[in-house]
């Protein structure tokens, strides 16, 4: 009998994800694959993992700008909720697609990390940047009309970890 592989990885062109929701942080699981494909030499878990990333990368861009898979998820089939959008999706993208853009040398991949910058600039559905200047903190959401008080560790890390990306890219952090 033929063993099945534990990795589960989705064939389906319009859903090619290996789960049936996307949550959090979903951009790590493409970089985890495409990772597994360079360091073992499987092409073929690389070319997954770069269209993992290339589906989510597109699904989570609207209007020329991020709107990332809010907080309560995402499923096949679902209306897509725009808000409760968290810094961690972003820093998510932004992280993946620098690993794409290593791996494969293809610069394109960067667009993503620019996008992630913007985002966090106010270049998202609202219009509100997350960045506390006051404080140097990040907001831990962006809803509809406002961003969230809080600051957590979690999104302020995310921000200065996207800020760090476009930076090494010569992105200035304030526009």
């Not at 996307?22 to 878990?45: F, M």
């Not at 998510?92 to 667009?111: H, N």
Request: with cysteine; aromatic share 4%; glycine share 10%.
């Amino acid at each position: 009998m033929a063993r099945r592989s534990r990795c589960a990885v989705a064939t389906d062109a319009a859903w090619p994800w290996p789960a049936p929701r996307l949550s959090y942080a979903n951009a790590a699981i493409a970089e985890a694959v495409i990772v597994t494909g360079q360091k073992l030499g499987r092409d073929h878990l690389l070319r997954n993992g770069l269209r993992m990333l290339d589906w989510l990368l597109a699904g989570e861009t609207r209007n020329g700008h991020l709107s990332v898979v809010p907080a309560g998820g995402w499923g096949r089939g679902e209306d897509r909720p725009a808000f409760d959008q968290h810094p961690s999706q972003v820093a998510a993208l932004a992280d993946a697609c620098m690993r794409a853009a290593a791996v494969t040398g293809d610069s394109t991949w960067l667009t993503g990390v620019e996008l992630s910058v913007t985002w966090l600039l106010g270049d998202n559905d609202a219009g509100i940047a997350m960045l506390d200047p006051a404080t140097g903190g990040c907001s831990d959401a962006l809803s509809r009309t406002s961003r969230s008080r809080n600051q957590g560790a979690e999104s302020t890390l995310a921000m200065i970890s996207v800020l760090q990306q476009g930076r090494s890219m010569g992105i200035a952090a304030a526009r």
